[in-house]
């Protein structure tokens, strides 16, 4: 890795030379005269076709903002995953850490599945959840279509911010067979392989696949014997295509494929500095993140017991601190993507003047994730226990023979896991009717439905904290779970859509689009939270304690809320109270408690307290909510009935949810519905063959969103909306530049943004994340596609984009990360202070990105030899509202260079390549942190991050059979 400014300016110039210095290459080309009949592809700029308005158009003429990636482009530049693309499209931003995209600011902030996506992603037509997929390998995507900007009309489900569309290669005519082979450094192979051709005159067929390993992660854990992890592979997947032409008027074509990771790079793998972040370590007693456990990574403080610690390995600072790709963890990471299909077809039939066509699609998965949730190696520690403590004074009464009940050290057990999984299906339908005359007139008329039933339980445990297991006065808790979540929600979408385009001279023409969208939710949510911490059971003490004359809890000393010494191994162990009080007695009085209290007092508090538990707190009902304003009237978004229940003060609680009493969970069911009229209007002009200015303004919508699984007062947000104005220009000047450009204003309101917030019943907390609607939002800016050929063979691209956005209108909020922002006097310290977002930017919104490509096609008569060089560079971005440094991914750049050589029969292909020359940082998006030392950041305190790949390099191999 290279941090060094001077150095990566030279890779940059090099890079550079090689690409563009290239134009003085007629001394090397003299010799290829020969071969001029190979330039064929080397002295103009291709024309892609694409089908962005749902009809095959030049991508010259579409009047929209759009990238699109055909499969020989992606090989010129070396675009092997949705990052790569995300380079090379103005406006884009992807994390691969968690499968999230957005186009100019609009996007999703969330994997919560009842809080839609903002840009939205077709497969062949049929709607995903997933941009993932647009990375396939080029013998299995085709094409990808980025369409920036609300696709309200056409692509009208939760397109607010723009449409990926993913094209499959269809079979072909004629016999065609391919294989690729590619290896890397890290231990990476991919093996691709291609059949299609003819089974009948009507009938044909493809069938590919791959298989993709990759043996060592980006980052490797200091732990002896553990393994590396991010972006290592086991991966493989498989799809058959068929077509068939029944008759002369109608078309069928239909794919099924399956798709299977383990251990795989990308959503969910290790992409950055672990969940504490930087140097140091949290050390607090509480955990930082979950206040209702203690933290493991106190084990590595002074506070501890000496000599307790037991730790896997020997490091005991985050070594994050001098390698940002290294971490320290007891808990190897599991990524797993099975039981997965997918599946979609198209029916087209012909009429004289228009085509009748139906898309379908049923796809499903389970995808899951366990790892390290505190990112440490700690595996356990002991408290220690002061003379003058409650458990000290049980221990001496014990030594003295007064009680028969021992207490000692408190043992913590540091291991804390995580386990999140999604397991989706759904059903997608789509007719329409789209004119095919020449005509001025051109019109496009459909229906839309969608299905879509999932369950996401993520969930947070310390397994082998065993007093999690048996909750006071709950039912059993056999996992160790401290937090569970879950939700089984159905999402539908209906939709009818046009759009007209009328050319009223041969020159001007309007477009005039309209799409209604219903969208409709509902299900269970299930909630549970299980405490074992010094800040939770202690005032169960305190509670058992009520129980006794007020003289004499003042006469035994402390039985409130104190530090968990005060308890040692007694904490958590409800039927030890006997003990606890007659120690207390014995050591200030030197008599038993009945001896004070009278007979009976502790014969009847140990029958009260005989079957409640040993071990947690189960705080589901503590802090589940009420009704808002505690009255009748019910939670937006929430559908059990209100039930009133006596409050103990004469007055009541309503209340919307159950627990169950099985399993102690919260539920409660969900439902709600939205529905928006939305569309676009615009005018083209296009005076030359060559030249085409529009103006277009268009109307986009996502609908209202569901915080499932959290728990919440307030669970729903309302639907989001965008007003976006866009005038753009398309220029091909000759055969050897093609000019791009986009200007564009969003007026957006109600942004979806997630915020934790902490859920708190007096001093016990926990964090939530729920959903606010931001008033309003501004993106604006600026966008450049450019492919210039200034001489032959050479080719120079640029694409980028300027972006800044802006919260305009919004409450104030509070950041649990800066954990200076106290609330004001005479509060609990647990509290924040809201403050004002106003003037921040959006979220995963970098002010400017830029990406050049250059290369050089040296003819031979053997064959073409194409050198080729990238630069990127990216402006720095935030992960949420809050535009803090400890939120910021910093700005990057990155070379890659790029060499292939093509016999003049095209047989074969061989490409040498290196990614990110220079070894440089990237960050793939931002990444918010977890509680800040924000006094001293970034000096006593890091932040969480989520970097793109190290210096990578390898070989590739192409060989076409037929």
Known sequence: MTNNPSLRRWLVLGASAMAFGAMSAPALAADAEAGAAAQDQSTTIDTLVVTAEKREQSLQDVPIAISAFGAKQRDLKGINTVQDMTNFTPGLVYSSSNDRASVRGVGRLTNVHAVDAAVAIYIDGVYTTSTVLAGGPPLMVDRVEVLRGPQGTLYGRNSIGGTINILSPHPTNHWYGEVRAIGEN????????????????NLKFRLSGYKKDQRDGYFHNVVPNMPSEGTKRNEYAVELQAEANLGDHLTVW?????????????????????????????????????????????????????????????????PAATDPRAFNTNTPLSVKLTNTFISSWNVKYSFPTFDLKYIGGWQKYHYSLHGDLDGTAVQSYQMPLAANSVCGVVHAQFVAGHVAQDCSNLTINGTTTYDYQELPTWWSH?????????????????????????????????????????????????????????????????????????????????????????????????????????????????????????????????????????????????????????????????????????????????????????????????????????TL?????????????????????????????????????????????????????????????????????KAFGLSAGGALASPEAAPEHVDSFEIGFKKDFGHTLQFDLAAFYYNYTDLQAPVSTQNCKGSTCTNVTQFVNIAQSRSMGVEIDAIWQPIDHLQLSLDYSYNPTKILKADKFVDLNNNTNWAATGQPALYYQPESIVGNA?????????????????????????????????????????????????????????????????????ILYVKNVGNTLGYDAAAAGS????????????????????????????????
């Open 186 to 201: 890290y231990g990476y192979s991919d093996f691709q392989g291609v059949i299609s051709g003819p089974i009948t005159d």
């Open 254 to 318: 239909g794919k099924i494929g399956t798709l299977h990771w383990d251990n795989r790079g990308g959503p969910g793998a290790r992409a950055g500095i672990g969940p504490v972040g930087g140097p140091p370590y949290e050390e607090a007693l509480a955990d930082p993140n979950y206040s209702i456990i203690f933290n493991p990574a106190f084990g590595y403080s002074s506070g501890i017991q000496p000599g307790s610690l037991h730790n896997l390995g020997t490091t005991t600072v985050n």
């Open 430 to 630: 789509e007719i329409n009717l789209t004119s095919t005359t020449d005509g001025p007139l051109q019109w496009i008329l459909g229906a839309y439905y969608y299905h879509e039933s999932y369950s996401n339980p993520y969930n947070f445990y310390q397994p082998d904290q065993v007093q999690l297991q048996h909750p006071i006065n709950a039912v059993a808790n056999p996992d160790g779970g401290f937090s569970y979540s879950n939700y089984q929600m159905v999402t539908k979408s209906t939709a009818v859509f046009g759009q007209v385009d009328y050319k009223v001279t041969d020159t001007l023409k309007f477009t005039v689009g309209l799409r209604y969208t219903r969208d409709t939710k509902y299900g269970t949510e299930y909630s549970r939270t299980v405490s074992f911490a010094d800040g939770v059971e202690p005032l169960v003490y305190a509670g058992v304690a009520a129980n006794l004359p007020p003289s004499l809890l003042a006469a035994l000393g402390p039985l409130g809320a104190g530090v968990s010494t005060n308890y040692g191994s007694l904490l958590g162990n409800i039927t030890a109270m006997p003990t606890i009080l007659n120690a207390l007695s014995y050591s200030k009085y030197g008599v038993p408690l009945d001896t004070i209290a009278g007979t009976g007092t502790l014969a009847a508090l140990t029958g009260a307290f005989a079957n409640a538990g040993n071990g947690g707190y189960d705080l589901t009902k503590l802090l589940a909510p009420t009704t808002p304003g505690n």
């Open 633 to 701: 009237v019910g939670a937006k978004g929430v559908c059990s009935p209100v039930t009133a229940t006596s409050d103990g003060a004469g007055g009541f609680n309503y209340t919307q949810y159950t627990i169950d009493p099985t399993t102690g969970m919260f539920t409660r069911a969900l439902c709600d519905s939205s529905s928006a009229t939305t569309g676009t209007a615009g005018v083209e002009w296009s005076p030359s063959s060559d030249l085409m200015v529009y103006g277009r303004y268009s109307r986009g919508y």
């Open 842 to 910: 959006l979220p995963q919104a970098p002010r400017n990105k830029v990406a050049i490509n250059g290369n050089y096609t040296f003819v031979f008569n053997a064959g073409k030899l194409n050198l080729g060089a990238n630069f990127i560079w990216r402006d720095s971005s935030y992960a949420n509202i809050f535009s803090r440094r400890w939120n910021m991914a910093p700005s990057w750049d990155q070379v890659d260079l790029r060499g292939s050589w093509t016999p003049t029969d095209g047989r074969y292909q061989i």
């Open 931 to 962: 509680k800040r030392d924000t006094t001293n950041f970034p000096i006593n305190t890091g932040y969480n991050t989520s970097f793109t790949p190290p210096r990578t390099y390898g070989i590739e191999v192409h060989y076409k059979f037929f």
